[in-house]
Every structure is written in structure tokens, then in C-alpha cells.
């Protein structure tokens, strides 16, 4: 059984169905759990209650016929025994005659020589109990209560009897789950983020962004259609402005490393430019209005020269910085909304996800943005990164596998998929994020958010897993990995969690 593998991820189970009779559970691992909907929970629980009436219904009969087996069983017992003990209280009178006998006998011999007397005692001999007879009798007897078929009829009935106190055709893994087969050859780093819950916030209105500036002193939260700034100290947020020059809700935060600028994009088809002035307030510096619908995505290059924005309108714009932000260039090649974006560390190769199940592969050539690959995928995705200059990560909506492309002859290709933990639905927002000081990715998927942890090689380590009973989780993690702060429709709250190394 231990062997055995889930059909759909080819993972352990947690679940064994050692029958036919539930075939929708055959065999369920912690992916396929994770993908359950709520009435295939309820069926779950039916399954496993009438399981377990079953068991109690079939080992309380099988109790019953036993227990009537052994009263008719001590009917039986008394009377054997009485029998037996009369026929033993029979022969302890007769040794006991003997014993008069046998003085009254021998002292009737008369000793003339020594023949004589042997002849004699050999003649009392006979007219003695014949104790080898006796002992045998009562052996006879006793051995028939050894041959009686009851221990039998007992014991075969037993084997019957469920031991499972649980279930029976359902057998749930008691082993330490691990989230996925893990390279035995490389040390795992276990970590985990803790909760600082005196230092959530309660925030009702619905939260698509949070972004964390570099040196972890300063949090925008996009909440509706306002951007809500706050002092990051100790892990302990405290609101300093809010801003509300957006008329709809903000999708994406970005602050700028080397300038105190904050980006955002918006349901109101604008990008802003804010920066902070003198007595630590933010103003809105700019605004960038080419788009025509909706701003999904948007990223700032290292030099912070270049913003790069994705758009419901089907359009990536390239914006360059020349004392004003500018319209430098726009590809129009994705047929339908694009999600994601994401930069190689050379900063000369852009990434793109949309839904028109596409990813797009846009190389600088001459200060030239060119599209010089597209990749069809089965399923479009919400979330792209780079996590190295030649291997990015992709996640298919509803899907519990993240997919692995990697570079050859200068085309990506998938190369592998790795197991995380799944919802039965996802949204938008979140972007992946590779944290390159702690090797690894953190990928929001259905209403979970998963840190799948690589190695040197970018082999893959281990996936750890925060489950927010919520697809509408959305968050960030600080540039070194320290922080995760996140809002979910599930707390309605924003929520700080610090990272453990274990």
C-alpha cells in the first residue's frame, strides 16, 4: 500500500481506498484534498460516517454471535465438568480403599524366603488400582475439551472483526505528510512564517495589492480605490496618509529602489507616479493614461528608467523616464488580457502571460523591444516569473503544477512541473515573486500561497504552504524574504508574518 501513488498528481496519498466502492477517491493525496470543492468535502465525510456505522454495525453482530456462542458453550462446560469431577472423586475413594487393602494384604504374606514373597506381592499387585489407567482416563477426558471446536469457531470468527476503528475501505496515512517527493541528495531548509497577530489590522474593504519599500520602513496597500500608506517598524504597520486620486481599485504597487517614487495601477485605466515630499507625505507626481482599460500589471527595471505596464486593452507599453515619464514603445501582439510580467536579471528579456494562452518572450535589440518567442500553453495563468537569466516559473490557472521553463538553443521549453498546493479557484493579482537571498518563489495558487525552495543548481528542494481558506489572498514578500504581509477575504484583515528559520 505504501507504494502506491495518487493517479492525478502521482503523489503519496493520504487517503487509500483498498475498494472499488469509491472510485471518485481512489487513492487521494494532499494536492487532491487541496482541490476539493465543498460538496465533494460533504461526500467525503458521508462516506467516511457510513464507513464507520459499518465497522460498528458488523463487529457488534460478530460480538453478539460470539458472546451467544459461549454461553451455550458454559451450558456445556458445567455439565462436562460436573461429570469430570464426579469421575475424579470416584477414584481418589478408590485409591484411598487401596490403601487399607493394601496393608491388610501384605501383612497376610508370609515371609519363608524371598521367592516366595515376590511371588506373593506380584498377586496384591494385581489386586490394586491400576494407576496408569487412572491418570490416563482423566487425561481422555480433559483432552476432549481441547478437541472441542470452539477456540476455533472463536478464532475464525475474529478474523472478521475490524481492527480499523476508523475506516475500511478509506485508510488515511498516519505518516508526517511531506509536500512533495524532495531531492534526497540536498539538505532541506525548513522554514515557516509565524503569524504576528497582535499586529494585524482589520480592513474590510478588499485589498488587490501591497507593496513593501526596500529597506522594509515603508507599506503601500491598495484597498479599493485608495492606497493606504503606512510605517513599517518591528513588523508593526502604523497608517501615516492615505491616498485617493485613483477613481477605481488599485491592481499594482511598486515602490522605486533608488528614488522615494511609488507606482501604482488602476481600474481607471491610469498609472500614477507618486513621491514623497518633505514631512513624509506622498503626492501624485504624474500620471501615465494610454491604456484603455483596465491596468492588471505593471514592473520597474533596475536602472529605474523603464516601467513596464500590462493591461486588459491587450497592450504592453513601454514607458521610459526623460525628465517625465513617456510612451516609448507598445506591443500589441498578446489577443487578450495580459496578467504578469516579469524582467531576467540581464534586464534585457521580458516575460508576459495573458489569457489568451499565450506566453510571450520580448527581447531587447537595439533599444528595441521585439517579440522573439511565443510559447502556447493548455491553460492560461495569473503569474510568471524569472528565477534565474534562463529559467522562469509559470502557473496555469486551477492547476496543482508549477511549470518550469528553461532555456535551449535559445528557445524555452517546459522542462518540469512541480506539485504545489491548490485551490478549486483562483484570482488575479498577487504577482510571483523570486527571493534570490533565500532560493525561493513564492506563488499564490488558488487559496494557497506556496514557497517552492530551490538549491544552487535550481534543482528543486521542497515546497512549504500557507493556507488561507480564501482564493482572494493578496500580498507581498520584502525584498529579503523577512516579511510576508498579506489581505484575504477570509480574515478581512491585513496580517504580518515573520519568517522562522526551523
Known amino acids: 500500500m505504501s507504494n502506491e501513488k495518487c493517479i492525478k498528481h502521482e503523489q503519496i496519498p493520504i487517503f ?60 456445556y462446560l458445567i455439565v462436562a465438568l460436573e461429570s469430570l469431577i464426579n469421575d475424579t472423586n470416584q477414584q481418589i475413594n478408590l485409591i484411598k480403599k487401596s490403601t487399607k487393602a493394601f496393608k491388610s494384604l501384605i501383612s497376610q504374606i508370609p515371609i519363608i524366603d524371598a521367592n516366595q514373597f515376590i511371588s506373593n506381592y ?34 475464525t470468527k475474529l478474523k472478521y472483526f475490524n481492527e480499523d476503528n476508523l475506516n475500511h475501505s ?39 495589492t501591497i507593496a513593501i519599500n526596500m529597506d522594509q520602513q515603508i507599506v503601500a496597500v491598495g484597498c479599493q480605490e485608495k492606497i493606504k500608506i503606512f510605517e513599517f517598524i518591528d513588523g508593526q504597520l502604523n497608517e501615516t496618509q492615505v491616498l485617493s486620486e485613483h477613481t477605481k481599485n488599485i491592481n499594482c504597487l511598486s515602490f522605486m529602489v533608488h528614488s522615494n517614487s511609488l507606482i501604482s495601477g488602476s481600474d481607471d485605466n491610469t498609472i500614477r507616479i507618486w513621491t514623497k515630499i ?58 487578450d488580457c495580459i496578467y504578469s510580467l516579469s524582467l531576467n536579471e540581464q534586464q534585457n528579456t521580458l516575460i508576459s502571460c495573458g489569457k489568451d494562452n499565450t506566453i510571450l518572450v520580448i527581447q531587447q535589440e537595439n533599444k528595441i523591444w521585439v517579440v522573439i518567442q511565443t510559447i502556447k500553453v493548455e491553460q492560461f495563468g495569473y503569474r510568471i516569473c524569472y528565477i534565474n537569466k534562463n529559467s522562469f516559473s509559470f502557473q496555469p490557472i486551477n492547476s496543482n503544477k508549477l511549470q518550469i521553463y528553461q532555456m535551449n538553443d535559445n528557445l524555452y521549453s517546459k522542462t518540469k512541473e512541480i506539485s504545489i498546493m491548490n485551490g478549486n479557484s483562483c484570482d488575479l493579482f498577487f504577482p510571483q515573486k523570486f527571493i534570490k537571498q533565500k532560493s525561493f518563489l513564492v506563488n499564490k495558487n488558488g487559496s494557497h500561497v506556496n514557497f517552492v525552495q530551490f538549491n544552487q543548481n535550481f534543482e528543486y528542494l ?21 516579511y510576508l504581509i498579506s489581505w484575504d477575504n477570509n480574515s478581512k484583515e491585513i496580517q504580518i508574518r515573520k519568517y522562522i528559520h526551523e
Open 278 to 335: 518633505q514631512n513624509n507625505l506622498w503626492i501624485s507626481l504624474q500620471t501615465l493614461n494610454l491604456h484603455k482599460d483596465q491596468v492588471y500589471c505593471l514592473i520597474i527595471n533596475n536602472k529605474e528608467d523603464l516601467i513596464i505596464s500590462g493591461s486588459k486593452d491587450k497592450s504592453i507599453i513601454f514607458w521610459g523616464n526623460q525628465n517625465e515619464w513617456l510612451q516609448i514603445q507598445t506591443i500589441n501582439a498578446h489577443k
Open 462 to 482: 521542497m515546497n512549504y504552504s500557507i493556507h488561507f481558506n480564501s482564493s482572494q489572498v493578496f500580498g507581498t514578500l520584502s525584498e529579503d524574504g523577512e
Open 122 to 155: 506380584q498377586q496384591i499387585k494385581t489386586q490394586l488400582p491400576n494407576y496408569q489407567n487412572i491418570k490416563d482416563n482423566l487425561l481422555n477426558k480433559i483432552y476432549l475439551f481441547e478437541k472441542s471446536n470452539f477456540i476455533h469457531e472463536i478464532e
Open 170 to 208: 478509506i485508510y488515511i496515512n498516519q505518516h508526517k505528510l511531506v509536500y512533495d517527493n524532495s531531492l534526497q541528495s540536498n539538505k532541506k531548509n525548513t522554514f515557516r512564517y509565524e503569524l504576528i497577530q497582535k499586529f494585524s489590522i482589520k480592513q474590510t474593504e478588499i485589498c488587490n
Open 16 to 75: 487509500y481506498n483498498t475498494s472499488q466502492k469509491f472510485s471518485l477517491f481512489k487513492n487521494l493525496c494532499q494536492f487532491c484534498v487541496a482541490e476539493f470543492k465543498n460538496e465533494e468535502y460533504q461526500r467525503l465525510q458521508n462516506i467516511l460516517i457510513q464507513e464507520n456505522e459499518e465497522i460498528c454495525s458488523n463487529n457488534s453482530a460478530l460480538l453478539y454471535q460470539i458472546k451467544e456462542n459461549m454461553i451455550q458453550h458454559k451450558q
